[in-house]
């Protein structure tokens, strides 16, 4: 049989998952991103889970050396910074360049085309065909709509399904360890911390250095803070210093009076070590957090991946998870099935059923954010942090059978 030819759009994790898992699977593959230059400075912390481990083994990518940075317990401290709740539960927290620089640096330059967005999805007789904003047009026999939460290739086969605000954003902070008083060093790094003042959520860990240092006293410390803020609000911070209003404006763009408010805020609410972290990130930016759900996931011979397909809100930190595993299903359906419409249809089947749960379960955990004292039993640390800790095993199961049911 000759190789068959996939068109992935978008290089972020997602497009980089699907291009190696597919190669593995016997495919040629052809990844196109909008982004001219290299992503490997998209700085945050990711959570990660045992399936997303597997899933770099699979690809060959050395996993003796940790992901990320071995945390030993959630503790849950008030604005005092006093200790109220503690659950002991190893994790592991990675970051963006840690995952992204070794999966991009293992695909071959050609097969990697920066500077190209797709405008327009086709398919066609022989299997679908992109059209590129430069009048560039590629056909394969499969196109992969990676393309994230505001995906182009999923708005143009389903114009009605678009993200739903969830009423809240995440303000996020990375700062060098380096920077951190000794004292909040001490307190903070070998553990996540959350905060849970009435109606908001803020957890924080340290996580590997932009350059993918992991050692101590050389790593970044991460925040994320969810704070409920109406659509209005939502639209007034996105407004630059000029007044334009940006969808999601850019951090360098946020006006300086905004980031002085939080970090007032961030003072009275959080523990002082965390809020000392805060003030001194040079850059603090925020993301408003959306549900999106995707009724089907396979048009023809074109398929959706990753956020495109499906958000989940960021509790349950298995967003990079999800996207490798759909590209774990979709590589294995295609090569245990030589027809490729059986195969998609398989996928399609599959990864709504994980996508459908996931969205779920992050809508559950993130119902407590918002509602205030008047559902004090919902925000009670016990209760949150038990619900958080739940989740690395349900993820594990459910990535477990997801597996299974591919390898038909
Ligand atoms: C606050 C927050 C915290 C999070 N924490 C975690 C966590 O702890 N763990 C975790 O696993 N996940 C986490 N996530 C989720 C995670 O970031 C996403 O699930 C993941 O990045 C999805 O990867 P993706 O490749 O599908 O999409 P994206 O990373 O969005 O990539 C899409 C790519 O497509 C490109 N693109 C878009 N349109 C076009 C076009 N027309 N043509 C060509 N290219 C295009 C974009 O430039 C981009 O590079 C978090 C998200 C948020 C908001």
Redesign the pocket.
């Known amino acids: 049989m000759p190789r068959r030819r996939a068109l992935i759009?978008?290089?972020?994790?997602?497009?980089?998952?699907a291009a190696h898992l597919l190669r593995a699977a016997g495919w040629d593959v052809e990844v196109?991103?909008?982004?001219g230059e290299d992503?490997a400075g998209?700085g945050?912390?990711?959570?990660?889970?045992d399936a997303?481990r597997d899933m770099m083994a699979r690809i060959g990518i050395d996993v003796v050396a940790p992901l990320g940075v071995a945390t030993h317990a959630y503790v849950c401290r008030d604005h005092t910074g006093r200790a109220v709740h503690e659950i002991k539960l190893e994790r592991v927290?990675?970051a963006?360049a840690r995952l992204y620089r070794p999966l991009r640096d293992a695909l071959p330059d050609e097969n990697y085309h920066p500077g190209?967005?797709?405008?327009r999805a086709e398919n066609d007789t022989r299997g679908a065909t992109a059209v590129?904003?430069d009048g560039t047009r590629m056909s394969g026999d499969l196109l992969i709509g990676?393309?994230?939460?505001?995906?182009?290739?999923r708005s143009q086969f389903l114009p009605d399904v678009k993200p739903e605000y969830a009423g809240y954003i995440?303000w996020?902070a990375l700062v060098p360890e380096a920077d951190m008083a000794p004292a909040a060093r001490a307190e903070l790094t070998e553990h996540l911390t959350f905060c849970i003042p009435d109606g908001e959520l803020m957890i924080s860990y340290a996580v590997p250095a932009r350059d993918g240092d992991i050692r101590p006293g050389r790593r970044d410390y991460n925040i994320?803070w969810y704070r409920p803020i109406d659509e209005r609000r939502l639209a007034d911070i996105n407004t630059d210093a000029s007044g334009f209003r940006h969808d999601q404006v850019s951090p360098p763009l946020i006006r300086p009076e905004i980031i002085a408010a939080v970090q007032a805020d961030a003072r009275a609410l959080l523990p002082p070590a965390v809020a000392d972290v805060f003030a001194g990130a040079a850059q603090p930016f925020f993301?408003a957090?959306?549900d999106l759900s995707s009724p089907r996931l396979v048009f023809g011979r074109v398929a959706l991946?990753?956020?495109?397909?499906f958000?989940?809100?960021?509790h349950?930190?298995?967003?990079?998870?999800?996207?490798a595993l759909?590209a774990a299903c979709l590589a294995d359906a295609t090569a245990a099935m030589p027809d490729l419409d059986a195969a998609l249809a398989y996928y399609d089947r599959e990864r709504r059923r994980f996508g459908d749960w996931i969205v779920a379960r992050s809508r559950d955990l993130g119902a407590c954010i918002g509602l205030g004292a008047t559902t004090a039993h919902a925000l009670t640390p016990e209760y949150i942090m038990r619900e958080y800790a739940a989740l690395p095993a349900d993820v594990k199961n459910w990535a477990a059978g997801t597996l299974q049911r591919a390898i038909v």
Request: proline content about 2%; overall charge positive; charged content about 15%.
């Open positions: 759009i978008g290089g972020s994790l997602g497009g980089l998952f196109y991103e909008r982004i992503l998209r945050a912390g990711l959570g990660t889970h997303l927290m990675s963006w190209m967005a797709l405008t590129f904003a990676a393309d994230g939460g505001r995906s182009t290739v995440a996020r994320v993301q957090i959306f991946l990753g956020d495109a397909a958000v989940a809100r960021p349950v930190g298995a967003g990079v998870t999800k996207a759909d």
